[in-house]
């Protein structure tokens, strides 16, 4: 993986999309964030595993009738390969804590996610951050 | 992604491979599992974050030093790109049901992990289940 900190903050900008549209309850941007053409999976704690795109944008539609009010901080980039990128980062909703694996692949031009899982973590922070890193 | 059964069954073998080392406490499998070129993630559930090969190999020689009986369940591969694919399962430790996340990159001919999330899912299954699927 050659280092390229425009396509890495392209990636984590598309991160912070997807947590705006759950904030915003926004749907349609919601709908686009996700790939059309790769297959996609999406794990919400305590729901079962949803495999396929009808069953992940289906999930979405019912959680954003309540949009939960979720912050995403400490996100880093973990660069796989040159079309495809995790992010994992911590996920705030009110006094709770989650980690997150988001993972995006370009889809002509874009980058859209692919699969997403939240789930408990520890609520110590490891440091002081400020600003998202990319990892290499 | 081009339908290859022969690929999706070599992924779903590494999946085994991963969770038959968990329950052997085998470091040395642990350790080849995992992605030595590209960078890797680990996300267990109530630790922190882990990023770095450094720091998830560590994580795995401490929980492996009383190896937790976890047997996986209801693979599915979600294949991405040609040689980087997503699993999902179930993982079944004593009575706790966890759904895992496990990502695998193909370095040098083998299918090794460069990132792993296990976290809270629903108890009841979607459907009777016979054999590891492929979803395409």
Known sequence: MVFDPTRDRLILFANESFYAAIRAGDMTAMDELWASDAPVACIHPGWPIL??????????????????????????????????????????????????????????GDWRLVHHQAGPTSARRRRPRAAPRVVH
């Open 51 to 108: 495999v396929g795109r009808d069953d992940v944008i289906a999930s979405w539609r019912t959680i954003l009738q309540s949009p939960p009010g979720v912050q995403q901080r400490d996100a880093r980039v973990v660069p796989i390969e040159e079309g495809m990128a995790l992010v994992v980062c911590r996920e705030l909703i009110g006094d709770t804590i989650l980690a997150a694996t988001n993972v995006f692949l370009r889809e002509r």
